[in-house]
């Protein structure tokens, strides 16, 4: 769908940031709107990020499947046109359309869910259900497990999985079957509810490929402890007997971190990995390229070296950095799937053996012009020092805004952007989108607040905080206007990214 060889614009703007009634974005009316508007404006990308449900501080970098979709994303309407749901009074829940109230979105969310799959099993015809039992069918590798985890999960009233009881934390056999039996009916919630989560992806890719978008998905590195994937395998991560970890993820201190990052994701027995041919992981990126076209994998140099903090120490500043999978595990996944639309999230401390990992598969890396204005003319993100195997941004959802990072540069900064651009604080928006789609780099992508030219208080996430803010914005239609799309489309056609009667020419 898209060649990471050719020139090309995107827009990134994760599902919930859509507008929408319901509280949050997802699936519904308004995406397919987002798509066309897209296509108005020359572009060919729609990047989102990670997909899969929400974990603590409503983060999807920390969720409870690495294979499951959001609850949150599925659309309500198509349920209600199937008969299996009433018309929600989204009105009466007051819902702010400019930020997602999760703690109000989800238990609302999902009681309206509960409600249609209700009204799926009483109601349903022969061929949707059909349907449903081939796909539970298809999906049983990692369906069955998340499934019956969830049901569990809120059996145990959101309890961690190693406080369950004994049999069903080890995953005694014939406890298990209990569970199933018991639970029955919360299990196939569960499993409806990501039949209709794929159902609706799958309709809405196959509607941004009709318009020439391809859709760019996301793909963290760790997983959650608290997951159905540590749970269904505990035997693949470093968990001592109580199933807790013994390490853990992060990264080594710094000048903006003096005491590091201590994520706390379990950590990969990569060993026991490639006993298996490294299945999982296959397993894993094969879903993937169902969901999308592409895909950014975050943290990629940890498939080079990973930094590892024992999991006694409360920071980052005891861990030692330790030999990934390397190229091992790419070529046995290459030999199942073939070659891998992936694009490598290659940020942060990136040592000559991630470039050798990352040049070695022919992955394209990242370069962020936010990043290139604290040095001088030799600073790698700035655009004369990229190459075309590059995916070109003006911020990723972890930057402030351009605006806000305008607003709070140094005036050395302000000073240096604004001649290099050219351009001040009324422009700075539109010089950097122009200046990565005017550059070689291949890819030019451009989060939706920074075409909008919105302020930090637009923010996607601040790395390191756990707040209500992060991962809470939504952007409303009478902030997008045909002069966006318009000035937009005219950058991609100009730079070679988008076709030239964008330009008014033949």
Excluded at 198 to 209: G, I, P, V
Excluded at 460 to 466: E, L, Q, S, V
Aim: proline share 7%; with cysteine; aromatic share 12%.
């Amino acid at each position: 769908m898209i060649d990471l060889h050719q020139r090309a614009a995107g827009v990134l703007l994760h599902i919930t940031s859509l507008p929408g009634p319901h509280g949050i974005g997802d699936f519904g009316p308004d995406a397919y709107r987002f798509a066309d508007w897209l296509q108005r404006a020359g572009q060919r990308i729609w990047q989102w990020l990670p997909t899969n449900p929400i974990g603590p501080g409503n983060s999807p970098y920390q969720s409870v499947s690495a294979f499951a979709g959001s609850p949150l994303m599925v659309a309500l309407e198509p349920l209600v046109e199937a008969g299996w749901l009433a018309s929600p009074d989204a009105q009466a829940a007051g819902f702010d359309h400019g930020r997602v109230d999760f703690a109000k979105v989800v238990p609302w969310r999902l009681a309206h869910l509960r409600r249609a799959a209700a009204g799926f099993f009483a109601k349903a015809e022969q061929s949707e259900r059909a349907n449903f039992a081939h796909w539970c069918q298809a999906q049983a590798h990692w369906l069955d497990d998340y499934s019956l985890f969830m049901a569990l999960e809120t059996a145990h009233e959101g309890q961690p999985w190693w406080n369950w009881q004994p049999s069903l934390r080890d995953r005694d056999a014939r406890a298990l079957a209990q569970a199933h039996q018991q639970h029955a009916d919360e299990v196939r919630f569960w499993a409806f509810v990501q039949w209709c989560y794929d159902t609706q992806l799958s309709e809405l890719k196959c509607y941004a490929n009709q318009r020439d978008i391809a859709i760019m998905g996301d793909l963290p590195i760790f997983i959650a402890h608290h997951s159905a994937d540590c749970w269904a395998r505990p035997d693949l991560y470093f968990l001592d007997d109580a199933a807790q970890p013994t390490v853990v993820a992060g990264c080594p201190p710094d000048a903006m971190a003096p005491t590091g990052q201590r994520w706390g994701n379990p950590l990969y027995r990569w060993d026991r990995m490639a006993a298996e041919d490294y299945a999982w992981w296959a397993a894993r990126l094969d879903r993937a390229l169902h969901q999308a076209d592409v895909f950014r994998i975050d943290h990629f140099r940890g498939f080079a070296g990973y930094y590892e903090i024992p999991a006694s120490c409360p920071t980052a500043e005891e861990g030692q950095w330790v030999p990934g999978p390397g190229r091992a595990l790419f070529d046995a996944i290459n030999r199942r799937l073939g070659p891998l639309p992936i694009v490598a999230e290659d940020l942060g401390l990136i040592t000559p053996d991630v470039v050798e990992l990352r040049d070695g598969l022919a992955y394209p890396g990242m370069k962020i012009l936010q990043f290139g204005f604290g040095t001088d003319g030799t600073d790698e993100f700035l655009p004369h020092n990229w190459s075309r195997h590059f995916v070109a941004y003006t911020g990723t959802h972890d930057n402030d805004t351009i605006r806000g990072w305008w607003d709070s540069a140094s005036a050395r900064e302000r000073a240096f952007a604004g001649s290099y651009l050219p351009a001040g604080a009324a422009d700075i928006h539109w010089a950097m989108i122009r200046a990565c789609c005017n550059s070689v780099a291949n890819l030019a992508i451009f989060p939706l607040q920074d075409v909008l030219g919105l302020p930090s208080s637009h923010r996607m996430n601040t790395p390191g905080t756990m707040n209500d803010i992060n991962w809470a914005w939504r952007f409303r239609w009478e902030m997008l206007q045909e002069e966006h799309a318009r000035v937009l489309g005219l950058i991609a056609a100009a730079s070679g990214r988008a076709p030239l009667p964008l330009l008014g020419l033949p």
